[in-house]
């Protein structure tokens, strides 16, 4: 299919652990972004590439949290030592230009649940 | 930063019936103002955006009106179906690299 993938679509970690999400995005789109999205709650940003450069980060909550996107396509999202309250869906979506005026196509989401 | 409120939080129609949700944004520099349609496991779509030199656009059964003075844009659904319940977000766009999405709005669509 040509939209966003993501892998896996579900994660079960203990809290310690560490875990890997991967995006894949539409063929060609510049832009990527990571958010995490609580149960009854709206997309919160995490972070921001263009093309290969991680432009903006400031959502990302602690330094538990590392992504990259080392070829400018695939991204992955990184959490160490996870505890509870990472609980969450974590979307990726792309688009084709910079943000603010291009449509962000959504891949499905990684549930994450940490016990 | 942007601060974005939804109204109502949920919204119960009849099947056949108009529904209105308002989303009420702080930074008057915002341009872009699109609605996103998220449906139980799945990831947000866009259904209709507007920037900000248009008041209002229509795409069928869906409409977006802006009100840029008053800081809010509001998605309108006439003859609303099953297949309209749904999570709606607003998520307008600032400038920068960040989006702020609202915090939802569950329509109900009762046949």
């Known amino acids: 299919g040509a939209g966003v993938s993501q892998s896996p679509r579900y994660k079960v970690a203990k809290r310690g652990q560490d875990v890997a999400l991967r995006c894949d995005p539409i063929?060609?789109?510049?832009?990527l972004f990571w958010y995490q999205q609580a149960l009854g709650q709206g997309p919160e940003f995490l972070t921001y590439?263009?093309?290969?450069?991680?432009?903006?980060k400031s959502g990302l909550p602690s330094d538990r949290f590392f992504a990259e996107r080392p070829e400018g396509s695939v991204s992955t999202l990184k959490i160490q030592r996870t505890q509870q309250e990472d609980s969450a869906v974590y979307l990726c979506?792309?688009?084709?230009?910079?943000?603010?005026?291009?449509?962000?196509?959504f891949g499905p989401g990684t549930r994450l649940t940490v016990l | 930063g942007e601060n974005v409120e939804q109204h109502p939080s949920t919204l119960s129609v009849q099947e056949g019936d108009s529904a209105v949700i308002k989303c009420t944004y702080s930074?008057?520099?915002?341009?872009?103002f699109p609605w996103y349609k998220q449906e139980l496991g799945k990831g947000p779509q866009l259904i209709i955006d507007i920037r900000s030199n248009v008041g209002e656009k229509k795409d069928q059964r869906i409409a977006v009106t802006l009100n840029k003075t008053a800081k809010h844009f509001s998605l309108h659904i006439t003859e609303t179906q099953p297949e309209d319940s749904a999570v709606y977000f607003c998520a307008p766009h600032t400038g920068g690299f960040k989006t702020i999405f609202g915090a939802g709005t569950r329509l109900f669509v009762k046949a």
């Open positions: 063929s060609g789109h510049v832009s």
């Open positions: 979506a792309s688009s084709f230009g910079p943000p603010g005026n291009n449509e962000q196509f």
């Open positions: 590439f263009q093309n290969e450069a991680q432009l903006d």
């Open positions: 930074d008057s520099a915002s341009n872009y």
